[in-house]
C-alpha cells in the first residue's frame, strides 16, 4: 500500500526540503503552510501520514494536531521540529503525535521515524 503524506511547515524552504525526501518513499499530496492550512488540507487530502512543524502562526502544530487526531484517529503525524524543548515534545506526545524528527534532520533519521510511527518500512 502506498502511503498519501501531506507536509505542514511555515518556512518554504522546510516544505520543499521534507516533501523532496519524503517524494522517495511516499505520495506527497498536500502541503500546507500554518495548522488552520493543515486541518483545511487534511480534511480535503485525507492523507494517512502528516509531517508537522510546531511552531507557526495562525495555529500551531500542537494544535493542528489535536484537530486533526480528534477527527482522525488513525492518521499518523510526525512532528518535524526545530523545537528542542522538551515541554512542546512532551506537548505533542500528549496531543497523539506518532514519532518526531528534529532539524535539521537526516533523510535517514525521517525515513527511519516513519517506518516506526507507521509500523512498517515506507523506506524500502
Not at 53 to 80: C, F, H, Q, W, Y
Request: hydrophobic residues 40%; negative net charge.
Amino acid at each position: 500500500m502506498s502511503h498519501e503524506a501531506l507536509v505542514v511547515d511555515d518556512s518554504a524552504f522546510q516544505r520543499s526540503l521534507v516533501s523532496e525526501t519524503l517524494d522517495e518513499w511516499v505520495d506527497v499530496v498536500g502541503i500546507a503552510e500554518n495548522g488552520q492550512e493543515a486541518v483545511e488540507t487534511f480534511e480535503e487530502a485525507r492523507p494517512d501520514l502528516i509531517t508537522m512543524d510546531i511552531m507557526m502562526p495562525e495555529m500551531n502544530g500542537i494544535e493542528a494536531l489535536a484537530a486533526i487526531k480528534e477527527r482522525s484517529p488513525e492518521t499518523t503525524i510526525v512532528m518535524v521540529t526545530s523545537v528542542s524543548q522538551k515541554e512542546k515534545m512532551r506537548e505533542a506526545a500528549k496531543a497523539g503525535a506518532d514519532g518526531y524528527v528534529t532539524k535539521p534532520f537526516e533523510a535517514e533519521d525521517l525515513g527511519a521515524e516513519l517506518d516506526d510511527a507507521l509500523d512498517s518500512p515506507v523506506t524500502t
